[in-house]
């Protein structure tokens, strides 16, 4: 099984467009330390032929652009991705499907409840159903992944609930946890089919209750939520009042941060991904990026390939 990190980077990606802190300054003036990266996406392939995206980035076409593994390989018109499974209903999470619109045969999964957010947002009608299958995920339960003609791609998925919230344009103020509800937001575990190599993908995830941690305990690789490195850091930086974890996020420090959470559970290795512009950790020079590694922890970047 092979992965290929698409993006790295959180919502805006790094250095975000409109941003000027410190970390986006040094990533526009080519610092080797501060390494640009695009929006949170991963892509999976069995065979190395065809691939399954895990996220669609709003830079999907860039990173598609970037990843030769995933350019057309015959004549004419075509594509070695086959489908895609989504976490979530973020922007940075589905706007690329937007661009796989161009008459294209997909695979699309995702669960009932996301899956809904997108029949009812016309704007991904250019999606054209006749070409374009959306396939509900039961949560808990392991699905094979098939193509838009039902056949295997080699990889098996399963969807299970974790810690979060819905999707910022989604948010109902005056509602409980904004109008969450549990299948808003899901980790996937990604698996060949004969069950012998598999790894946990959760860019998204708010805290680390007993029964995910169990999940995880002994996984061989887990790709995860980097998206802040402290609770409170877009509020320090002056951009947001919003705390980590109101945004559906765990920090990586502090006491309930991924660093502690996930540290004794045995891991083999641990991949930080959807990485805020904001978090120091993203810069190759800096205290935290020290802390991070000591911990046993690698930070993701565009490109980055793991074979299984």
């Not at 330390?33 to 065809?50: I, K, Y």
């Not at 509020?235 to 502090?254: E, L, N, Q, Y």
Request: hydrophobic content about 40%.
């Amino acid at each position: 099984m092979k992965i290929i990190v698409l993006g790295a980077g959180a919502g805006g990606g790094f250095p975000q467009w409109n941003c000027n802190c410190g970390n986006c300054r040094r990533a526009r003036a080519g610092d080797p330390s501060a390494v640009s990266l695009t929006q949170s996406s991963l892509a999976v392939s069995a065979d190395g032929e065809r691939w399954v995206l895990l996220n669609a980035s709003p830079d999907l076409r860039r990173q598609i652009e970037l990843t030769p593994a995933l350019q057309p390989q015959t004549a004419g018109r075509s594509s070695p991705i086959v489908g895609a499974v989504l976490c979530n209903a973020d922007v940075d999470h589905t706007a690329g499907l937007l661009t796989m619109r161009e008459m294209q045969p997909l695979a699309v999964y995702a669960t009932p409840r996301v899956l809904d957010v997108l029949a009812r947002n016309a704007m991904f009608n250019v999606l054209n159903a006749k070409l374009v299958e959306r396939r509900p995920l039961t949560v808990d339960h392991p699905s094979e992944l098939l193509d838009r003609y039902g056949q295997s791609t080699g990889l098996r998925v399963e969807a299970f609930t974790v810690p979060g919230k819905v999707a910022l344009w989604l948010e109902q103020i005056d509602a409980e946890n904004f109008g969450s509800v549990p299948e808003d937001t899901v980790g996937l575990k990604i698996s060949d089919l004969a069950g012998t190599k598999s790894f946990f993908y959760i860019p998204g995830c708010a805290s680390m209750p007993p029964e995910l941690a169990a999940r995880l305990t002994g996984a061989g690789l887990v790709m995860f939520d980097g998206t802040t490195y402290a609770d409170n850091e877009m509020i320090v930086a002056g951009f947001s009042d919003k705390t980590a974890s109101r945004m559906g996020h765990m920090s990586m420090a502090g006491t309930n941060g991924s660093l502690n959470a996930l540290g004794p559970l045995g891991i083999g290795r641990r991949v930080y991904v959807h990485i805020n512009n904001t978090n120091p950790a993203l810069l190759g020079d800096t205290l935290e990026r020290r802390v991070v590694e000591a911990a046993g922890w690698e930070v993701g970047f565009d490109g980055m390939e793991i074979l299984l």
